[in-house]
C-alpha cells in the first residue's frame, strides 16, 4: 500500500487499524532470533500504518513495541494492574515504547479479553498458557489472526488446537515473513472492517 492510499483510509483515526501481538513475557526457551523476529514484526505493523498493541509486558511483546516505535509508530499497552504503581512495582512491567498504557485492573485473563477485544487483529509468536488464553479469545471472536512462524513451538500447538476445535475459521494466516504475514492480516482487516 503507498502512502497516499494509506493517508486516504487513515483520514479518521478511527480507521487505522489495531494489531495486538500477542507472545510470551518470557521467551527463554523461544530459539535463537526470537526476539529479533518480534522486532521486525512490529517494525512491519508500523510501516504498514497500523497500530501496535500488545499486553503491556516484556519478552515477545516488549520487542514488537519496541521495533514499531524504532519505525515511528503508535503503541498502546493493556494493564492487568490497575494503575501506574502497581504496573511497576507489584507486576514489574516496563513503561518503555508505549504511547499509551490502559490500567485495566483486571489481572491477566481480564487484560487478555480487553486486549484482543480492542484490537482489530491478533498476531502471535513465540507463548506458554496466556498466549494460548489470547489465542482462544481471538478465535472466539473471530478476529483476523495472524502466527508467526518462528523458532519457538506455539505455531504447531495452535494449529493442532485449531484441528482438534472442529471449527473451520478462515480467518487464520500463518507465514514466517512478518512483512508478508501482516500485510495479509492488514487486507483480511479490511475486507471485514466497516469503515473503509
Not at 497500523?50 to 511483546?61: H, L, N, Q, S, W
Not at 519496541?66 to 490497575?82: D, Q, R, V, Y
Request: charged letters at 25%; one cysteine or more; glycine letters at 12%.
Amino acid at each position: 500500500m503507498d502512502i497516499n492510499s494509506l493517508d486516504a483510509y487513515n483520514k479518521h483515526g478511527h480507521n487505522q487499524i489495531k494489531i495486538c501481538v500477542s507472545g510470551s513475557a518470557d521467551t527463554t526457551n523461544a530459539g535463537q532470533g526470537t526476539l529479533d523476529l518480534a522486532k521486525e514484526l512490529g517494525r512491519e505493523i508500523a510501516r504498514q500504518g497500523a497500530v501496535i498493541v500488545t499486553g503491556a509486558t516484556t519478552g515477545f511483546p516488549f520487542w514488537a513495541a519496541m521495533g514499531a516505535k524504532e519505525a515511528g509508530g503508535i503503541s498502546i499497552g493493556f494493564s492487568p494492574a490497575a494503575t501506574e504503581k502497581e504496573h511497576v512495582e507489584a507486576y514489574k512491567l516496563p513503561l518503555d515504547y508505549m504511547d499509551l498504557i490502559v490500567y485495566t485492573g483486571f489481572g491477566y485473563p481480564g487484560r487478555d479479553l480487553l486486549l484482543t477485544r480492542s484490537s482489530d487483529a491478533v498476531m502471535f509468536g513465540c507463548g506458554r498458557i496466556g498466549t494460548i488464553h489470547e489465542f482462544t479469545v481471538a478465535f472466539e471472536d473471530s478476529k483476523p489472526i495472524g502466527i508467526l512462524d518462528g523458532p519457538w513451538e506455539t505455531g504447531a500447538e495452535l494449529q493442532d488446537i485449531i484441528k482438534k476445535g472442529h471449527r473451520p475459521n478462515d480467518k487464520i494466516l500463518m507465514n514466517s515473513d512478518p512483512k508478508k504475514l501482516v500485510a495479509d492480516v492488514i487486507a483480511m482487516v479490511k475486507k471485514y472492517k466497516t469503515g473503509k
